[in-house]
């Protein structure tokens, strides 16, 4: 295995105040409700865990981001389309 696959396997964890809002938050979000969808035909109630410090600044950007209708396609690794939901 190369150098760059070996840095990108490692785990990253951050303490970033806007980790949840900012694209890769809403994606990896958008697709946990899309496997919920799968089996729920009813209003999700969804807790995150937005840091206390910053709870009050990030909350209606983060509400505006995920509430309201969104498309998610699902692809395999090589690229194809599994599925929209």
């Not at 295995?1 to 890769?24: F, H, N, P």
């Not at 981001?65 to 692809?75: K, R, W």
């Amino acid at each position: 295995m190369g150098q760059a696959a070996l840095k990108q396997s490692i785990a990253r964890s951050t303490v970033d105040k806007d980790r949840t809002i900012e694209e890769e938050g809403i994606v990896l979000t958008m697709g946990d409700l899309s496997l919920l969808a799968e089996q729920v035909t009813e209003a999700i109630n969804m807790v995150v865990g937005l840091p206390v410090m910053h709870y009050e600044t990030l909350k209606e950007k983060y509400i505006s981001s995920i509430s309201g209708l969104h498309v998610i396609d699902s692809m395999s690794v090589t690229g194809n389309l599994l599925g929209r939901k």
